[in-house]
């Protein structure tokens, strides 16, 4: 007796999203924008603005006012890297991921033993 089955079973089907749907919001993003209006990255990002326009109004110079964005990105990163806690949020759940099979793998072996 041959048994016949059916592939559409096994494949799953993905729907397109409606146009309804929001758009996601990078958290990241948001936190970004958030520190870079707070007043130490703000003074920063003037000093970086001010230096560009200067740099923009010669015709020949060296200065290519990379310092001052450095700083004002560090500012900003460093606000970020406080108040954003969502990389050890995605680390765990990976962490779960990847262990999780793991344990489940050694429970049916040890079952079996």
Same mark, same amino acid.
């Given at each position: 007796?041959?048994?016949?089955?059916?592939?559409?079973?096994f494949i799953p089907t993905v729907k397109a999203q409606d146009a309804e749907e929001e758009d996601l919001v990078d958290p990241q993003e948001l936190l970004r924008a958030e520190?870079?209006?707070?007043?130490?990255?703000?003074?920063?990002?003037?000093?970086?603005?001010?230096?560009? /326009?200067? =740099?923009?109004?010669r015709k020949k110079t060296a200065e290519i006012?990379?310092?001052?964005?450095?700083?004002?990105?560090?500012c900003v990163d460093g606000c970020v890297s406080k108040r954003h806690d969502a990389f050890s949020r995605v680390s765990l759940q990976l962490a779960s991921l990847i262990t999780?099979? /793991?344990? =489940?793998?050694?429970?049916?072996?040890?079952?079996?033993?």
């Open positions: 007796m041959v048994v016949i089955m059916s592939t559409k079973s520190c870079g209006a707070q007043k130490s990255c703000l003074a920063l990002e003037e000093k970086y603005k001010a230096c560009n /326009d200067r =740099v923009n109004s006012c990379s310092e001052e964005l450095f700083d004002y990105l560090h999780m099979p /793991d344990l =489940v793998i050694r429970n049916t072996f040890t079952a079996k033993m």
